[in-house]
């Protein structure tokens, strides 16, 4: 292909020869003559508009202007430019630019790389976190734990709603509080309100006649219009009541004399025979019974996260991603094997599954003895 030349003070030249022999350059000089048609309007123009005379650098072989040698190496003209002035040398600083673009570029393939495919998309997992309304730093602590972006999602919203509270009846409860008031258990209603399922629709598909709702005191109120009005502790008076049998006028008494957790006298009270039934020794009954007071659940449940946390260590599961999972075998028994279906389990979570299931007696009886796990299922910490 032939290039074109322009007639210039009488000889036919291309136009990037002129544009050498006037100090100018080159892509400049072509706009201004493609703009105005004449070579010398052209000229002259570049040279109004110029900023000086044009620096030309010996590079291989020849002395050409930084946007020449910018051009010639695919680099930017200002990014070789600052380059060269800091370094003093041509072909270090053409060096230092084109390994600086080799970095980049391997940087935005490592990043492509770090990109999770997520309903049919290729994303980062704090474009996930913000699709979903998740701390993107709390996303990141499940997805390192579950190795598996549905799973991850599910663990954190899981996580994110323990710390949630609702307002009912002019009180403020927590989402234990919330699942000892209507009778539900605390994770499966922790996975039911992350489906967008209402309180009146929870207690419709699970009846319970131990919820916290349905204990009536002498005067027709609720125990949580009583607990409002008395300024107590719903969940140590549903407790009191519920777990340990005490009267409404006992369990205002230990409260208001400052009994912020359950007494351990109750504890051993209630529950000395079934430690003696399953051989836990004085050291871990301590413990269970350190959790009892202090947390407020029932003897049940504490042994119920005993054995998912065991299971889970041993079958190399994080305990919070281990009890996240269980309960979504608690929930489809509610809502049916629909629920977080799309999770595919890997053999370590089948297994551990299948553990607890062996391990752990159907749940909902109202007979606490019924649901006790064998003295060999009892973990000791």
């Not at 703009?35 to 000229?43: E, L, N, P, Q």
């Not at 230092?96 to 495919?117: V, Y």
């Not at 997992?125 to 998740?134: D, H, P, Q, T, V």
């Not at 519920?242 to 109750?266: H, L, M, R």
């Amino acid at each position: 292909m032939s290039i074109e030349k322009i007639e210039y003070n009488g000889e036919q030249l291309p136009l990037a020869t002129i544009a050498k022999k006037e100090g100018l350059i080159d892509i400049t000089l072509a706009r201004y003559y493609k703009r105005t048609g004449d070579i010398y309007i052209a000229v002259k123009m570049c040279r109004q508009n110029s900023r000086g005379k044009v620096e030309k650098i010996e590079y291989k072989g020849e002395l050409l202007a930084i946007s020449v040698i910018a051009q010639k190496e695919n680099i930017g003209i200002e990014t070789l430019t600052n380059s060269y002035k800091k370094i003093g040398n041509i072909y270090e600083a053409v060096k230092s630019c084109k390994e600086r673009a080799e970095s980049r570029k391997e940087r935005t393939k490592q990043k492509e790389g770090k990109k999770i495919e997520y309903k049919n998309q290729r994303l980062e997992l704090r474009e996930i976190a913000k699709i979903e309304g998740l701390d993107a730093g709390n996303l990141r602590r499940c997805f390192d734990s579950t190795k598996h972006i549905y799973k991850a999602i599910f663990m954190a919203k899981h996580k994110m709603r323990k710390s949630q509270t609702v307002h009912v009846a002019g009180a403020t409860l927590d989402l234990y509080d919330l699942s000892l008031l209507i009778g539900v258990k605390y994770s499966v209603l922790n996975n039911l309100l992350n489906q967008a399922i209402t309180i009146s629709q929870i207690k419709e598909m699970y009846p319970c006649e131990n919820a916290g709702e349905n204990i009536k005191l002498p005067n027709r109120e609720t125990l949580l219009e009583y607990c409002v009005k008395n300024k107590l502790n719903f969940t140590f008076m549903y407790r009191a009541i519920n777990t340990y049998g005490k009267t409404i006028k006992e369990a205002t008494t230990a409260f208001k004399e400052g009994q912020q957790t359950i007494p351990a006298s109750w504890v051993y009270y209630k529950y000395n025979p079934e430690f003696d039934r399953l051989g836990i020794t004085a050291i871990h009954t301590t413990a269970i019974v350190h959790n009892l007071m202090s947390k407020q659940i029932s003897l049940e449940e504490d042994l119920e996260v005993r054995i998912l946390r065991k299971n889970a260590k041993r079958n190399g599961i994080s305990e919070e991603w281990g009890e996240a999972l269980y309960s979504i075998l608690e929930t489809r028994k509610i809502i049916g094997d629909e629920f977080q279906r799309h999770i595919c389990l890997n053999e370590n979570e089948v297994q551990f599954l299948d553990e607890c299931l062996a391990e752990l007696k159907p749940q909902g009886s109202t007979n606490q003895n019924e649901t006790m796990p064998k003295e060999e299922d009892i973990i000791h910490e």
